[in-house]
Nanobody
Framework: VQLVESGGGLVQPGGSLGLSCAAS????????MGWYRQAPGKQRELVAG???????NYADSVKGRFAISRDNAKNTVYLQMTSLKPEDTAVYYC?????????WGQGTQVTVSS
């Protein structure tokens, strides 16, 4: 499975931003897709995940502000981020869990700053 991310960039605090991640390859084996993030000097942490049936989970720090969705026909997962805070600044990585393991995207930078 190959993952290609798009979106990200610079946004002011309180603003919104959307990320997308398109999967290709052995897509039929994918169950869960989602996003992790890694801020400088910190460990990579789970942001949100969604199963192919639409069951979602979120990190407590983003609940109520971020929304994950998935279009199985397009093999794409989305992350809509609102009410962004400076502490949301990180590289965001898409992931996909399949039978053989976990695939990762290349990462996209999200910077929240005035």
């Amino acid at each position: 499975v190959q993952l290609v991310e798009s979106g990200g960039g610079l946004v002011q605090p309180g603003g919104s931003l959307g990320l997308s991640c398109a999967a290709s390859g052995n897509i039929f084996s994918i169950n869960v897709m989602g996003w992790y993030r890694q801020a400088p000097g910190k460990q990579r942490e789970l942001v949100a995940g969604i199963t192919k049936w639409g069951i979602t989970n979120y990190a407590d720090s983003v609940k109520g502000r971020f929304a994950i969705s998935r279009d199985n026909a397009k093999n794409t997962v989305y992350l809509q981020m609102t009410s962004l805070k400076p502490e949301d600044t990180a590289v965001y990585y898409c992931y996909a869990d399949e039978f053989t393991g976990r695939a990762w995207g290349q990462g996209t930078q999200v910077t929240v700053s005035s």
